[in-house]
């Protein structure tokens, strides 16, 4: 009987933890955007951190989208030419990044690499009193060092999934055309045809922007909430890695099924 | 709260999750004076300092700055407040992405729209007042603990505050540093007409440069006075914490139960 009261006890102790939790990450949320004016009045705060976390990404973006086009190319060419279908190469391969893989794959890669920097860094700065400091100093910390942040991983996000689909598309290409040769008109001019600005381009465009939303507020989060010690901050950084993927992956479910139903 | 007194604590009363942390604190620290606030580590030091700047609020009481009631603040008010107070953390807390230079301006440039020009010559004023003039190009990972500290000293005198709080400013610093953060810490005081606050553990450094002090343990004063009256004090707890004595009313020990039953001895 102890044992079940302990049980219950726990799990009532586990719910209320995360009501909480969520209720200051929200609260931390609105905050954020409230106090985003600095971010805009003061832009050259918000480009030093697109630099961080945007221009920084760059490599592992690009390399990344590079490797999936290669490998969508080959399964894609292998699939197709069992239905005499490989003209459609390049249909496959840029609606595949520019639905899914682009914005998913980005926001994933987005979440290991700049989101767990911004979640140490700011947890690091907690722990050095950096953010107590500026707070002395009548300084808002949310204004000055969250916000820039926040923004600039919302404006950096789909700019990197359309850098991420683009380099995709070329490896599909190298792939398909150059190396297996696959009509290049066909390929490009399918792709064209199949391709719609509005239903696919700025329905990616909104997931990619979704995403960058999510895993930059759990990153500032994180860092922001991390207990100031060094088990604070390297647990802090692996709950955003974790917790934004799976953010990114849920919300693609629910984007998708509202945005693709079949119709 | 009489026109010479810059801060004035009435019955502050704090607590963490019903743990009681400050029990009816009550204290003053006249303008232009340089007070000291001591005791053990965890006796409840520097959550005085904390609410002093505003960052914590009294369960009961009142802190009072500048005539003001900080509690009743709204959040500019608050700030307003802070713009006019200073404070150096215990490892000085200087933005690490920041240069030297970058970290002094760095209240200038937030809340002054003076041109950079002016700017400069004022971080290189405060710089060489702390005796660091020529570091401004030096990032924090450069510096030693104790140019650390002299560096967040500039920072913290950047805008001429009239209240500087220091929060265990002789920390893990040499001799050497221990001296000149000391004097330059007096020295500023005097020079800026400041008031200001200092919460320590070290006793023979700050009483060397103090005008008061309040003994606090677990979360009470236990005795005041002038440097002279702490170092004369018969009180047993300031005796053992000046003379750094190994009896006397704070143990050793800490209460862990029966160490002989623990050991399964015989008593």
Request: hydrophobic share 50%; proline share 3%; aromatic share 8%.
């Amino acid at each position: 009987m102890k044992r079940i009261i302990a049980g219950v006890r726990k799990l009532g102790n586990h719910t209320i933890n995360l009501v909480w939790r969520i209720g200051m990450a929200t609260h931390f949320f609105v905050l954020t955007l409230r106090f985003s004016g600095t971010s805009f009045a003061r832009f050259r705060l918000t480009i030093r951190e697109l630099f961080f976390s945007g221009v920084m990404s760059l490599i592992i973006i690009l390399v990344a989208g590079l490797f999936v086009g290669i490998v969508l190319g080959l399964q894609g060419y292998e699939t197709l030419k069992r239905y005499g279908s490989e003209s459609a190469l390049g249909t496959l391969v840029a609606l595949s990044l520019v639905r899914e893989l682009g914005p998913v794959l980005s926001a994933l890669l987005f979440a290991s690499r700049a989101g767990s920097a911004m979640t140490a860094e700011i947890g690091l700065m907690k722990a050095t009193e950096q953010i107590d400091a500026m707070e002395i100093m009548a300084v808002n910390p949310i204004a000055r060092v969250v916000a820039p942040r926040f923004w600039a991983g919302v404006i950096s996000m789909p700019l990197l999934a359309a850098l991420f689909s683009a380099m995709g598309v070329f490896g599909g290409y190298m792939v398909g055309v150059v190396m297996i040769g696959v009509d290049a008109g066909s390929f490009w001019s399918q792709m064209q045809a199949s391709v719609d600005f509005e239903h696919d381009i700025m329905n990616g465009v909104i997931k990619s922007f979704v995403f960058g939303v999510a895993v930059t507020a759990i990153a500032l989060f994180e860092g922001y909430d991390a207990p100031p010690t060094a088990e604070g901050v390297s647990g802090a950084t692996t709950r955003t890695v974790v917790q934004s993927s799976l953010a990114v992956l849920l919300l693609d479910v629910i984007l998708t099924a509202i945005m693709f139903r079949g119709e | 709260m009489s026109s010479q007194t810059l801060v004035e604590l009435r019955d502050v009363n704090f607590a963490y999750d019903n743990r009681p942390i400050l029990k009816g604190i009550n204290m003053d620290f006249p303008k232009g004076k340089l007070v000291a606030i001591m005791g053990l580590s965890g006796c409840g030091k520097t959550t005085i300092l904390r609410h002093i700047g505003g960052v914590l609020n009294p369960t009961k009481g009142h802190v009072k700055v500048d005539g003001q009631i900080l509690h009743e603040l709204d959040r500019l008010g608050l700030y307003e407040m802070r713009r006019k107070m200073g404070m150096l953390f215990q490892f000085g807390a200087l933005f690490t992405d920041m240069s030297v230079y970058d970290n002094v301006a760095f209240q200038m440039r937030e809340h002054t729209d003076l041109p950079e020009e002016i700017i400069r010559d004022m971080v290189m004023m405060k710089l060489r007042a702390v005796g660091l003039y020529g570091t401004q190009d030096l990032m924090p990972a450069e510096l030693s603990g104790g140019m650390a500290r002299r560096v967040a000293l500039a920072r913290t005198i950047a805008l001429d505050p009239m209240l500087i709080m220091y929060d265990e400013p002789f920390a893990g610093l040499d001799p050497i540093s221990l001296t000149v953060v000391g004097n330059l810490i007096r020295r500023l005081n005097d020079a800026l007409g400041a008031t200001s606050i200092i919460v320590t553990h070290d006793v023979q450094e700050s009483l060397k440069i103090v005008d008061y002090v309040y003994f606090v343990s677990d979360g009470a004063i236990i005795a005041q006075g002038t440097a002279a009256d702490i170092i004369a004090s018969e009180e047993s707890f300031v005796r053992q914490f000046v003379h750094g004595e190994m009896d006397g009313p704070i143990p050793f020990h800490f209460k862990g139960g029966n160490y002989q039953q623990d050991l399964r001895l015989r008593a």
